[in-house]
């Protein structure tokens, strides 16, 4: 996947390199931009079968999410390589550049909501768990000095100093990880936004393809 995700970022900006103004035109561009636009539409098997409780059941029984969710994700960064490969690197059109991108602006926001959400709600499992450790620890501790000090016995609040202080981090470090999830779950509502104008785009690209295409024939 990061292989991909590497790959498509190299060749995104492969305009300052190389330019052939023809070749999304030529048999071999038809062709790539033809298997973009199939795996563009593959795609979207996943977010239907994730929202539509038929296909979800029907679907399923063969094919779990999880493996659906990994077509999405390679599908969609196989047809985003194979869209830019089409143009040839010819971004002169302004519904060209939108569609590159938009195509960009996906898979960015993509990969937030697929790997930093799923980095940060680890992240604060793990803290939260060892909050209550820290806790636990504290509530221990406590107890047994509430015991020394009724037994008029000499007792150290070093400890428990230190617990505390480590409890406040914790808890910091929650807050403000709490407040990352937040601000990155927007990036889905983004993707999916995106998602949708890149139909639209893809929508339009073909048929200006399609419509010019022919008066060239005539």
Do not use: C
């Not at 985003?80 to 089409?86: K, M, N, T, V």
């Not at 104008?197 to 200006?208: K, N, R």
């Amino acid at each position: 996947m990061l292989a991909l995700a590497t790959a498509l970022m190299l060749l995104a900006p492969g305009y300052l390199l190389h330019v052939s103004p023809r070749f999304a035109g030529s048999l071999s561009g038809g062709v790539l931009g033809i298997a973009a636009a199939v795996l563009m539409v593959v795609v979207l098997l996943y977010p239907a079968v994730k929202h539509i409780g038929w296909m979800k059941a029907k679907i399923t029984s063969t094919i779990s999410l999880g493996r659906l969710l990994a077509l999405h994700i390679y599908g969609g960064l196989a047809a985003a390589i194979l869209a830019i490969l089409h143009s040839g690197h010819k971004y002169q059109s302004v519904l060209g550049i939108a569609l590159v991108l938009n195509i960009l602006v996906v898979i960015i926001t993509g990969f937030i909501g697929r790997y930093y959400l799923g980095y940060l709600g680890g992240s604060l499992r793990g803290q939260q768990a060892l909050l209550g450790t820290l806790r636990s620890a504290y509530d221990r501790l406590a107890h047994r000095l509430g015991r020394q000090s009724r037994a008029s016995e000499p007792a150290s609040d070093v400890p428990a100093l230190e617990l505390i202080e480590a409890i406040a981090d914790v808890e910091y470090s929650i807050v403000a990880r709490d407040a990352a999830k937040r601000i990155a779950s927007r990036w889905n509502g983004i993707h999916i936004v995106s998602s949708i104008l890149l139909y639209a785009l893809l929508v339009l690209h073909i048929g200006s393809g399609i419509y010019y295409g022919l008066r060239w024939l005539t």
